[in-house]
């Protein structure tokens, strides 16, 4: 009996990991649009300042927050109903997105546009609150890294697919409605996320937490290692999160290519993300996350700053910014495993989501300040917006990247906030 009990659980398991996989794939699209150019050029269509559109692109980053109180009540009330409350929130700001266009005014259409943005920020908030613990228990620890990189590279894909698609549409059309429409094509596809969702197993049903909040939150950034590695993830994230919209900016707006370009090279940095989620999942189980970490750091540095170097020959251009989106997208997939693997080792045994939430918001909110430091440079004219480096003309986008690189390289003293949990097999 124990071993049909086992069996039909492990079915249940596997059916609940396919359903994880498939929710998203489908919801990915969102989190995607801020992060693959397609936000900020249907901003930019609408006639927003750089700055601006920085701004609130960062704002999805910095209402992470909200998931630290999310995931407190989702350890009391069930994860499941904090995450269909979130995605409720992001389809309902997804649709206030693709609807703004047809808003009169310039302001009613920042004013809408900002108000989907921030209801989708919260709603995602919500929903990853209860996702890592609501998964947990359907990933056995020897196929997590494999899992992930698993999970990663078909969201990827499907990813991929959509701004492959995307970039046809807007070629094809060229104007402000073909961003509208695929906004509200992330909306439909939110809905499928749901339909996904519900087949996941919840298992545990955690009794009222009886403790207070600020007391349960003091003792889990108590725990060994926990608020060290949250504090490495966070400065990680400011000096990395940025760098693909800022390749964005550059191509945009200094190289001043065609839109569809734009979102084409988005598309070769999603092909790298394929690799490294492929390459970061196996290096992870087999080698542990100190040296994929180690890797990374200095392939951050190199690829920001060779960016920069994209004018040395017109022959090379093209080539440089393809290799630069492709090497970024995997190195920054490939990191994001070992996060994501560090943080289920460190995860205890109750108030999961709680716990794993603070993580998120010092990642996402890493992610948020970083948008908001590039804005505050460039609103205020910190740099100058012509400047001369090794023979070639430089941007103000260009100071960034080289900054960026240079203390990112200068992070991997900070390797020793890791704690290194998983060991080499």
Request: aromatic content about 12%; charged content about 15%.
């Amino acid at each position: 009996m124990t071993d049909n009990t086992n069996i039909s659980k492990e079915k249940e398991q596997r059916r609940g990991r396919f359903a994880a996989i498939m929710a998203q794939t489908s919801g990915v699209h969102g989190v995607l649009a801020f992060k693959n150019s397609l936000l900020l050029l249907y901003m930019l269509s609408m006639g927003l300042s750089e700055a601006r559109v920085l701004v609130y692109l960062s704002i999805f980053g910095i209402c992470n927050f909200m998931g630290i109180p999310a995931a407190y009540f989702s350890d009391k009330i069930g994860q499941k109903r904090i995450g269909f409350a979130g995605l409720a929130m992001n389809i309902l700001g997804f649709s206030l997105i693709a609807c703004a266009g047809f808003a009169p005014t310039l302001f009613t259409k920042e004013v809408i546009v900002l108000t989907g943005i921030v209801i989708f920020s919260f709603g995602e908030s919500l929903f990853s609150a209860s996702w890592y613990p609501l998964v947990h228990p359907i990933v056995p620890e020897k196929i997590r890294g494999r899992f992930w990189g698993k999970l990663r590279i078909t969201f990827q894909v499907a990813g991929l697919l959509f701004s492959g698609l995307a970039a046809w549409i807007i070629g094809a059309q060229g104007r402000e409605s073909s961003y509208q429409l695929i906004m509200a094509m992330i909306a439909v596809l939110l809905i499928g996320r749901g339909i996904f969702y519900r087949r996941i197993p919840e298992y545990k049903k955690n009794a009222p937490e009886k403790e207070p909040f600020l007391s349960t939150l003091g003792r889990i950034i108590r725990l060994d290692c926990y608020a060290s590695f949250g504090a490495y993830i966070f400065l990680l994230m400011i000096f990395t999160a940025n760098t693909p919209i800022i390749f964005a900016l550059i191509e945009k707006e200094v190289m001043m290519l065609k839109a569809e370009t734009v979102v084409w090279l988005a598309n070769i940095g999603l092909f790298g993300c394929l690799g490294g989620f492929y390459v970061g999942g196996h290096a992870v189980d087999r080698l542990g996350t100190k040296p994929v970490f180690l890797i990374c750091h200095f392939g951050f540095a190199v690829f920001s700053i060779l960016f920069i170097f994209r004018d040395i020959s017109p022959v090379l251009t093209m080539p440089l910014l393809g290799i630069c989106n492709f090497a970024f997208g995997f190195i920054f997939s490939g990191s994001s495993i070992a996060i994501t693997t560090e943080m289920f080792a460190l995860m205890p045994t109750h108030n999961r989501a709680l716990a794993m939430s603070i993580f998120n918001t010092m990642l996402f909110v890493g992610t948020g300040l970083s948008g908001i430091i590039c804005a505050g440079i460039l609103n205020f004219n910190f740099l100058k917006k012509e400047w001369l480096f090794c023979g070639l003309t430089m941007s103000n986008y260009d100071a960034i990247l080289l900054g960026c690189g240079g203390m990112v390289l200068l992070l991997t003293a900070t390797l020793g906030l890791v704690p290194s949990i998983i060991q080499k097999k």
